[in-house]
């Protein structure tokens, strides 16, 4: 093949470019429009069939130029986990400090799910990823982007299981990298709560809390450029 | 409610944690085993309909304090598309030159899914976003995170569809952010090629070029910290 002639599909193994059937495309959207970040947890535990499942899910995700930027710490040691929650706490403070009217309705929204949750898994993005230009030179950000996919393929498929997860962001990823003992040049994208819980939100927990709304979709989309209101049709209140 | 109170489930509205039924679970799984990174199109076009219910998922992802950074700005004009297209190719021939030795080969893998495909989505990060310090104040990459959550359902449910998707991220990012005419403060993340295709790869196109290979799932696992290979018993070459 010369450099200049494009491989076509046939050059490649394929499947056929089925649809799914209307009961597994209603499963597909269920799970997207069911999942939740969850900040509470039942205790209980998670079985090793299932989080295999979990993480070979994660697994498939897309990375760009199959980097595969996603390593996952299993944390069930309760003096790490006490540890990862003191971490924790000390940026909820400083993060309602930033917030400064909104402190205190920041402040009532604990995170106990490092502490509660049957499992923690740490998402650690590994060192090297410099050496990874595919898709990057420009944007060496694909690899946040990577293993974000990663943990929403998590997400939905512990949906799809039963259980409820929660991605926490709010600690010093350089004071948890060194707490976790990992190398230099790695980085600690997120922490994830796991496991069973009473019930799912019916909506975002911070909706219901009033911190926010999801916007209508009509504000999401343009035509051709920034600005110019897409002119598909939105049935009224699509969000 | 008392600062130091935290809420319970029951305090928010809930739908029950019941697990899907088989059926549902299987396919979800399927859609994330089977979703792949498509560069080659078939033409065609996506009804209203669906490209409505790819957006709605793509707009239920999580978000960072439900920031939702995400805009889609949907290209036909061809002349944009070709605008766009030309700014792919100038950083594909700047990426082969930083790859070296295997500019050859990157040179091969051709990137015409912004030309060809159905419908082209620009995912656009609004400005504005250094507001939003919920769960960024010292992680501000959770806006690309969210953001890629976004993406990685529209590709989902695209599977689902039966669509094919493609995530170009082979531009510089100010210049296209300036050929759209995007306000300053806003980031196009993705360029996001969707439409029919004839078939999907049916394993992940640039292993089959042995441009890289999916990892055994347990050089992805540690327990309790970075370096400390996981107990748990994975079946033989799980990937």
């Known amino acids: 093949m010369s450099a200049n002639e494009s491989p076509k599909t046939e050059h490649y193994q394929t ?12 499963a597909v959207y269920r799970a997207i429009y069911e999942r939740r970040d969850m900040r509470h947890f039942a205790g209980g535990t998670v079985s090793d ?12 995700a897309p ?16 003096a790490v986990r006490e540890g ?25 929204l604990k995170v106990q799910g490092v502490l509660e949750a049957a499992e923690v898994l740490v998402l650690a993005m590994p060192p090297g990823r410099e050496a990874h230009v595919f898709g990057r030179r420009t944007m060496p950000e694909m690899d946040v982007a990577s293993a974000a996919c990663a943990i929403e393929n998590l997400w939905l498929a512990a949906r799809a299981e039963g259980l409820g997860m929660g ?8 004071a948890l990298a060194q707490f ?4 230099a040049g790695s980085y600690p994208l997120a ?4 496991g069973p819980v009473d019930a799912y939100y019916a909506q975002p927990m ?15 989309l343009f035509d051709e450029q920034w600005g110019q209101k897409a002119k598909m049709a939105l049935p009224d209140d699509t969000a």
Chains 1, 2 share one sequence.
Request: hydrophobic residues 50%.
């Open 15 to 26: 499947i056929a470019a089925e649809p799914f059937t209307q009961m597994e495309r209603n």
């Open 49 to 60: 069939e299932v989080l295999l499942r979990l993480l070979r899910a994660a697994h498939h």
């Open 63 to 78: 990375s760009v130029g199959l980097m595969q930027p996603w390593r996952f710490i299993r944390v069930r040691d309760r």
């Open 84 to 108: 990862m929650h003191a971490l924790v706490e000390q940026e909820r403070v400083l993060t309602a400090q930033a917030l400064g009217v909104r402190a205190e309705d920041f402040m009532k």
């Open 167 to 174: 991605w926490v962001s709010i600690y010093d990823p350089h």
């Open 180 to 183: 976790m003992q990992m190398p």
């Open 191 to 194: 922490v994830l709560c796991l």
């Open 206 to 220: 911070l909706q219901q809390e009033k911190w926010a709304s999801r916007a209508p979709l009509e504000d999401m």
